[in-house]
């Protein structure tokens, strides 16, 4: 007897290009192996899926070994962080911070 499966996608998008693919997996698939079989490491070089949040739609999975994959869900493969988004918007606060009281009239 046939194992059942379920259809999801899994997405990538690297700088330059995205990816998005529709693949069935058997039930109780994990969402890491769900990203491993679609095979999304060899399109893109530059992927290490060890190193990578995954999330499903839109929203961070703590577990992606544990976590496993229902009908239609939406694997997302995100990009690590260049830049902590609060650090950059530390230093933005402190630079205007700083160019107004240069600008500021005596």
């Known amino acids: 007897?046939?194992?059942?499966?379920?259809r999801?996608?899994?997405?990538?998008?690297?700088?330059?290009?995205?990816?998005?693919?529709?693949?069935?997996?058997?039930?109780g698939t994990t969402v890491l192996a769900g990203a491993i079989a679609s095979g999304m490491a060899e399109r893109f070089p530059e992927l290490e899926l060890a190193h990578c949040p995954l999330g499903i739609f839109g929203k961070l999975v703590g577990d992606p070994e544990q976590r496993e994959l229902e009908a239609g869900?939406?694997?997302?493969?995100?990009?690590?962080?260049?830049?902590?988004?609060?650090?950059?918007?530390r230093?933005?606060?402190?630079?205007?911070?700083?160019?107004?009281?240069?600008?500021k009239p005596i």
């Open 8 to 27: 999801v996608e899994v997405v990538y998008a690297a700088v330059d290009r995205q990816e998005l693919l529709a693949l069935d997996v058997p039930l």
């Open 91 to 103: 230093l933005r606060a402190l630079k205007a911070a700083e160019a107004r009281k240069a600008h």
């Open 1 to 6: 007897m046939a194992e059942p499966t379920i």
């Open 73 to 89: 869900d939406r694997v997302e493969i995100y990009r690590p962080l260049l830049a902590d988004p609060k650090e950059v918007r």
